[in-house]
């Protein structure tokens, strides 16, 4: 299989950029726009630091992005006071993204509701199956495979990537990116003991999805169980996160790949959750709070600090016990050279004490010896019979 190759001058790739300069030759052609470690010959690649230009040279890249010229380069460059914008838009003239469907189309194999509503503009690929009464408003796409059940509201100019399935009354507001395998509105995990078996508890509520939200792909956010589970305006999730029935997150929050957030918990603005964060039911975090890696969250969490550990503690108090098991070798090295010390010492204590029990007791022979030496003395003295004088 052969890939076309899009051939583009510098001059072409820079065309209509504010605050760009070009040193060397603008028609130079490039094949393909790489970071510095994929490069390769014919590329356009980008330098965020003057000490990497001996790399940009062996790659082989006939044109470097970068903030300020490099003499040692020997190559076109592009200065830019914004090289991670001016790049990105470098790019994506060479892989495009569609963001706005570039025509509305509803195809032959999609099963549209007779009731549901579909604005101007909207693209509704293959497989595509959209229930009763549901709303989906102008400029959006719902790519092949996408379930939108009954009574479901999807907002303006948003994009549903392949198989997501959004369960009925979900509300999703506009500028929503929800990728490929999530689901959005699936029945909570409650449950009750009835008789000794499992009962399911109410699952009546909906998930409310605000605008201008990014979801990754293989996420789960369930319905709440009388109310409605949010997520706040600007909020991006990673990919494989779970969230439980009636949490509420806040605006702007960051959850990264693999969180779990069990049921009714909250999640002040601004609050970022680093991965594999777990955290317990009917948990609330403060705005602005951060969560490192792996940190287990069992208690309330006040906001404008960052928390680390299982249990998560404030960053502080975690660093001093990370520098307190980092210490246990050489702890328990002190320890065993202080037990052998006091083992030492209890010996000798304790032959002291032998000695000394062993003279008081020779002493006290001797005294006893020599008080007997006396009685019998004494005793023999009593014997002897009174003689009278000679006459």
């Known amino acids: 299989m052969t890939i076309e190759i899009i051939r583009q001058?510098?001059?072409?790739?820079?065309?209509?950029?504010?605050?760009?300069?070009?040193i060397g030759d603008p028609g130079v052609f490039c094949v393909d726009a790489l970071p510095l470690r994929d490069s390769r010959q014919g590329c356009v690649t980008l330098i965020d630091a003057p000490a990497r230009a001996p790399m940009a040279v062996c790659s082989g890249a006939v044109a470097v992005v970068t903030a300020e010229p490099i003499e040692a380069l020997g190559c076109t460059q592009i200065v830019a006071k914004d090289i991670h914008g001016v790049f990105t838009h470098i790019v994506s003239r060479f892989r495009p993204r569609?963001?706005?469907?570039?025509?509305?189309?509803?195809?032959?194999?999609a099963q549209i509701d007779p009731t549901a509503t579909i604005g101007s503009g909207t693209r509704i690929d293959a497989g595509v199956v959209v229930g009763a009464g549901v709303v989906i408003g102008n400029d959006c796409h719902l790519m092949p495979g996408v379930v939108v059940m009954?009574?479901?509201?999807?907002?303006n100019c948003c994009r549903l990537f392949p198989n997501v399935v959004i369960y009925e009354h979900s509300r999703i507001d506009d500028h929503v990116r929800i990728h490929a395998g999530t689901i959005i509105g699936a029945d909570g995990f409650g449950y009750r003991q009835v008789q000794g078996r499992h009962v399911s508890t109410a699952q009546l509520g909906y998930?409310?999805?605000?605008?201008?939200?990014?979801?990754?792909?293989?996420?789960?956010?369930?319905?709440?169980?009388y109310g409605v589970?949010?997520?706040?305006?600007?909020?991006?999730?990673?990919?494989?996160?779970m969230i439980a029935h009636n949490c509420h997150i806040g605006r702007h929050n960051l959850l990264c790949s693999q969180v779990g957030i069990a049921g009714s918990c909250q999640t002040g603005d601004y609050v970022v959750l680093a991965g594999?964060?777990?955290?317990?039911?009917?948990?609330?975090?403060?705005?602005?709070?951060?969560?490192?890696?792996?940190a287990g969250?069992?208690?309330?969490?006040?906001?404008?600090?960052?928390?680390?550990?299982?249990?998560?503690?404030?960053?502080?108090?975690?660093?001093?016990?990370m520098a307190v098991q980092r210490r246990l070798p050489?702890?328990?090295?002190?320890?065993?050279?202080?037990?052998?010390?006091?083992?030492?010492?209890?010996?000798?204590?304790?032959?002291?004490?032998?000695?000394?029990?062993?003279?008081?007791?020779?002493?006290?022979?001797?005294?006893?010896?020599?008080?007997?030496?006396?009685e019998h003395a004494e005793d023999h003295q009593r014997c002897i019979p009174f003689r009278r004088p000679a006459a």
């Open 276 to 294: 594999q964060v777990g955290l317990a039911d009917h948990i609330t975090l403060g705005d602005h709070a951060i969560v490192g890696a792996q």
């Open 150 to 155: 009954e009574q479901s509201a999807i907002g």
């Open 297 to 321: 969250v069992m208690e309330n969490l006040a906001g404008d600090q960052v928390y680390l550990g299982s249990p998560a503690t404030s960053q502080r108090d975690q660093m001093q016990i």
């Open 98 to 109: 569609e963001e706005v469907p570039a025509y509305a189309s509803i195809h032959s194999s």
């Open 207 to 225: 998930v409310h999805i605000e605008s201008h939200v990014d979801i990754g792909a293989n996420v789960t956010i369930d319905r709440g169980t």
């Open 229 to 241: 589970t949010r997520i706040g305006e600007g909020t991006k999730i990673d990919n494989l996160v």
């Open 9 to 22: 001058s510098v001059g072409e790739l820079v065309h209509g950029l504010d605050q760009v300069v070009v």
């Open 330 to 374: 050489e702890i328990r090295r002190e320890v065993k050279t202080l037990r052998r010390e006091m083992d030492a010492m209890r010996n000798a204590q304790t032959q002291e004490v032998r000695q000394s029990q062993s003279t008081g007791e020779s002493v006290a022979q001797e005294s006893q010896r020599s008080a007997s030496a006396d």
